[in-house]
């Protein structure tokens, strides 16, 4: 499996390079080549199995043989142990055909931890393996950076720099944030928002001459690591709920539209969906897009929840990719 960009000028990639990086060099995001298929025999025979070990069995295909069995089901028991609830993500059962899928009983309370609890250890075992120190870099309205900082803060191997706005992040997030004390975490407070902060990570990945040849790695979901890992949570709750013999449809609040896409991969892959909802809040462009067409960037509003606060959601570019037939 090699992964390809979505703007079909950058070199394709193995898993191990498409971890260790963000945009393609073409500004572009990386997809794999090929979208596995998860078998409806495959998927009966997760029922029961525990989260980590449907997570191994979902994203083995991505990793495609790059890391050997036994040492990725090890970074993956490594990864979910850290979730204070056995079941990982439980379903909380709210009416007779209403679920809730709970997404924060990992460290940081934010579902983000689903992706950056696993992001951080392979990140952390593909720099041993070869020997080499990274710069890890992400933009955060909250919720990614205090999840990448937890996931990240005892890696051996890398540094990490978050930039989030400044007092536009919640308090909780920012003192999650900024109160770490270990030696490779570095939090930048800027001037402006979310987007702001984003575009800072972009012209970083555009321009890096400042770091003289270290390797520059994003932890937003432009790394495809991020879709891959958050994929496994449709397809637990999916089977939870009686795939591949029901459908099931899901309501993903989205900002950047990493978390609803990945649910459209675990669809593409094979998990019968009947429909993906999105919620928006007052920064709609999801909602303009998806109704009237309208991708424009309006000005940022602040409101009461900053992770949702965006005005350009980076991940519709993969969308847009499938839906113009990966014609890059
Ligand atoms: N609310 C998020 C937005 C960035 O999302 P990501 O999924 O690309 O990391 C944040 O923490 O800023």
Known sequence: MRYISTRGQAPALSFEEVVLTGMASDGGL?????VPQLSAEALEAMAGLSYAEIAFRVMKPFVNGEIDDETF???VRDAY???????????NQLDANHFLLELFHGPTLAFKDVALQL????LDHFLAKRGERAVIMGATSGDTGSA????CRHCDNLDIFILHPHNRVSEVQRRQMTSVLA?????????GNFDDAQAMVKASFADQGFLNGTRLVAVNSINWARIMAQIVSYVTAGVALGAPHRQVSFCVPS????????????YRMGLPVKQFIIATNANDILHRTLAANDFSKQELKATLAPSMDIVVSSNFERLLFEAYERDG
Do not use: C, K, Q, W
């Open 148 to 151: 990448a900082i937890e996931g």
């Open 255 to 266: 900002a950047n539209f990493g978390n609803v896409f990945a649910g459209y991969m675990a």
């Open 30 to 34: 990386y997809v794999p080549e090929e």
């Open 183 to 191: 030696d490779n975490v570095f939090n930048i407070a800027i001037e």
């Open 81 to 91: 142990a850290t979730f204070s609830h056995d079941a990982v993500v439980p379903l």
């Open 119 to 122: 992001l951080g250890r392979l």
């Open 73 to 75: 089901r090890g970074i």
